[in-house]
């Protein structure tokens, strides 16, 4: 769809890179107290919720007259995106902190072009293919921990693990409604993907054999602060600006810019986390930045 404004699609998808980097630091901190799957629930049935007024007020409504197809199709990118893709981010970040997991998350940019070329008919270049090994490059570089950093081996490998299945739920989320992106109402497609989403969540939980300590995480007071204005800016505002910079540019431009919040993490976290700004993570960012680009421009 052309932008009503000029590059009104990258300014928003580089907008949201800035309100989803806030958003992961506030969710690093209520991710000390808040297991993964609850914090997930909490964000989705918050911008759920906040979602309707907003739907109200410009005019749209839940139920449209669109074929079931759409509907599954919506959904089902909710459960993948939203519901596991997530979940497994949160357990990212939990185990490897804010700067390695935004590093890490940069593995999302390959998954977007190979999803592309085998859904949307796109092609892949030379200067992709080294794009995408710079990219797998930082991330071996930047988890390459010494021995007396406190990270184990086996936390290091599992928020590995989850970064990278994380960042293949979300592309595979977002490619496979691509073409309905271009033809729906934003605010419509992001409430059906967030019911997804929740629904996935619930049934998880319900078959947790610790949901009970699941859900009494979330009633801890200290990370109050932390979990509702990083679900609010993350999961509401972050999401529609994400959204909308899908819809008024290409997939492969706004998904290049949605990358640079791995340089705002990488800041953020230092700044806000005191998280170390060691020779490996500098080096790893730039080389994830550097692929990101190399990815969607080559």
Known sequence: ??????????????????????????????????????????????????????MWLFGE???????????????????????????????????????????????????????????????????????????????????????????????LLLGILSGVFSSACMAVGIVMIKPLLERSPLLWLTEVRLVGGSVALVLILLLHPRRRRIVNSLISRQSWQYTISGSFFGAYVAMIVWLAGMKYT??????????????????????????PFNVRRTIGIILAVMGVFLVFFG
């Open 61 to 155: 409504t839940l139920i449209r007259p669109v074929p079931s197809s759409a509907y599954i199709l919506l959904l089902l990118s909710g459960v993948i995106g939203i519901g596991l893709g997530d979940t497994l981010f949160f357990t990212s970040l939990n185990l490897l902190g804010a700067g390695l997991t935004g590093i890490v998350i940069c593995l999302y940019s390959p998954f977007i072009i190979m999803l592309s070329v085998l859904w949307l008919g796109e092609s892949l270049a030379l200067l992709q293919v080294i794009g995408a090994f710079l990219i797998i490059s930082a991330v071996l570089i930047a988890t390459i921990e010494k021995r007396d950093e406190r990270i184990s081996n086996s936390r």
């Open 250 to 275: 290409l997939a492969s431009i706004a998904s290049a810019l949605n990358q640079t919040s791995t340089i705002f993490i990488f800041i953020l976290a230092g700044i806000f986390l005191k998280e």
């Open 1 to 54: 769809m052309e932008a009503p404004i000029p590059y009104l699609g990258e300014g928003l998808s580089l907008l949201s890179a800035v309100l989803w980097a806030v958003a992961v630091i506030l969710f690093r901190k209520s991710g000390e107290k808040v297991h993964p799957l609850a914090l997930n629930m909490f964000k989705n049935t918050l911008a759920f919720v906040l979602l309707l007024p907003t």
